[in-house]
């Protein structure tokens, strides 16, 4: 039988195989510079989306601001939490700055002609304005159109009481951001002790018959009060002292437990300030205002909601170690790869005044807000990339067994305290 001549190809033999052709080395590197032509415009439809989601944004924000204007209340009202939310989640500088007195203008609209929720919208909006601005002359413009509303709302008793609740508060962050007058600050914080004093129990142990909505009214003022007061010079704070420290322990008699709250924070951060402008500041009714704040520490009356006792008793418990040892227990926040320390009364109290405002998106504010960074002494923001922020982070699987560690530990710290006994039931 004849032999079979065998195939050449790719089962062939070493010899029948081609050389590496100058034509073959042409569409390798064809093929090379496709793949990076696709890896550039792959960036630059990325890019692209990005610029388009950024003017869908924008083109949102405007139409938020004309609809300010609009004859319909309802949509006033979305405009404004709709800007609201937009503020208080991104760091819009630029384009709030070239808008800023447009937006002013619709505020300053909405709080004379408004009614209840949309002055209180518009009365927060009017923070959220200041915060994006930061500290500094366009903020100054902002504030001068919108102060004299505010205090003429606020001490109008014949206006809406949500919209003067709102106005209380309002007031004292927007001054404490862009005034620059301390006189000018002084006369805001008259204007609130003329509102909280009257809740102080009379020197006849008569209490003063208000009703929750004005009980909570004095309460923001007294919180604006104390906000302005961090600010206040040595010798104005001397001042205070003189002539509320023996007062404002009759707001811990107050029936709701906001007020005393808010009274138990601001003695301790009287308190506080007193002694760093005078070390040896001695309070004559030093041993009857601890024991008033020990009892309120361990309350246990029955007339009151068990939630309001834990909050109470939480609070008071550091306001009696502020008052008796002039100590804070201190609180750490975490905000992406960086960590600001609360260690002071003065910083609890500027901390909780803006995240009042800016509510869940105050971690990003601290990380990117020029202006709160430097409130906080936080230095200038850290940029940091997407992939060394990753780098950074622990995996899913570190963070379970962490968690599930913790949770271990927690339950037998717990079991040493728990009634182990079982009640047996009869058959």
């Known amino acids: 039988m004849p032999r079979t001549k065998k195939r050449s190809g790719r089962g062939g033999q070493q010899g029948n195989v081609q050389p590496f052709s100058d034509e073959d080395a042409s569409i390798e590197t064809l093929s090379h510079c496709s793949s990076l032509s696709e890896g550039t415009s792959a960036a630059e439809e990325a890019g692209e989306a990005e610029e388009m989601a950024q003017e869908d944004f924008q083109y949102k924000l405007k139409v938020y601001i004309d609809s300010t204007v609009d004859k319909s209340a309802k949509t006033r009202q979305g405009a404004l939490d709709g800007l609201?939310?937009?503020?208080?989640?991104?760091?819009?500088?630029e384009f709030i700055s070239e808008r800023r007195m447009t937006i002013t203008d619709s505020i300053e609209r909405c709080l004379k002609k408004g009614k209840g929720v949309e002055q209180c919208a518009a009365a927060s909006l009017a923070c959220l304005l200041c915060i994006q601005l930061g500290s500094g002359i366009e903020s100054e413009e902002v504030f001068k159109t919108l102060k004299p509303v505010f205090k003429t709302i606020l001490n109008d008793g014949a206006a809406n009481i949500q919209a003067r609740q709102a106005c209380a508060t309002s007031l004292g962050l927007c001054t404490l951001v862009a005034e620059d007058d301390i006189m000018d600050v002084y006369a805001t914080m008259e204007s609130f002790e003329s509102l909280f004093t009257h809740s102080y129990v009379?020197?006849?142990?008569?209490?003063?018959?208000?009703?929750?909505?004005?009980?909570?009214?004095?309460?923001?003022?007294?919180?604006?009060w104390a906000l302005l007061l961090t600010i206040c010079t040595g010798s104005h704070i001397r001042a205070i002292?003189?002539?509320?420290?023996?007062?404002?322990?009759?707001?811990?008699?107050?029936?709701?437990?906001?007020?005393?709250?808010?009274?138990?924070?601001?003695?301790?951060?009287l308190f506080e300030l007193i002694r760093d402008v005078d070390p040896e500041f001695d309070y004559d009714g030093w041993e009857p205002l601890c024991e008033q704040l020990n009892a309120l520490a361990t309350d246990c009356n029955k007339?009151?909601?068990?939630?309001?006792?834990?909050?109470?008793?939480?609070?008071?418990?550091?306001?009696?170690?502020?008052?008796e040892e002039g100590d804070f227990q201190s609180e750490?926040?975490?905000?992406?790869?960086?960590?600001?320390?609360?260690?002071?009364?003065?910083?609890?109290r500027t901390y909780d005044a803006f995240r009042?405002?800016?509510?869940s998106g105050m971690n990003y504010h601290l990380q990117a807000?020029?202006?709160?960074?430097?409130?906080?002494?936080?230095?200038?923001?850290?940029?940091?990339?997407?992939?060394?922020?990753?780098a950074m982070k622990s995996s899913r699987l570190e963070r379970h067994l962490c968690n599930a560690a913790a949770f271990k530990a927690r339950t037998k710290a717990r079991n040493k305290f728990r009634d182990k006994r079982v009640d047996v039931g009869e058959f």
């Open 332 to 348: 750490t926040i975490r905000f992406s790869t960086e960590r600001m320390v609360i260690d002071s009364w003065v910083r609890k």
């Open 84 to 93: 609201k939310t937009a503020m208080a989640t991104k760091i819009l500088y």
């Open 241 to 269: 002292a003189q002539k509320h420290l023996s007062k404002l322990p009759r707001l811990l008699e107050n029936d709701y437990v906001n007020m005393r709250i808010a009274a138990g924070e601001t003695i301790a951060l």
């Open 356 to 359: 009042e405002f800016v509510g």
């Open 202 to 224: 009379r020197e006849d142990g008569s209490r003063p018959s208000l009703n929750p909505q004005t009980t909570q009214l004095h309460t923001n003022a007294l919180l604006s």
């Open 369 to 390: 807000n020029e202006f709160i960074r430097d409130v906080f002494e936080l230095g200038p923001p850290m940029l940091i990339d997407s992939a060394a922020l990753k």
């Open 303 to 323: 007339h009151r909601a068990k939630t309001d006792k834990r909050k109470q008793r939480s609070v008071f418990r550091d306001v009696l170690k502020a008052v």
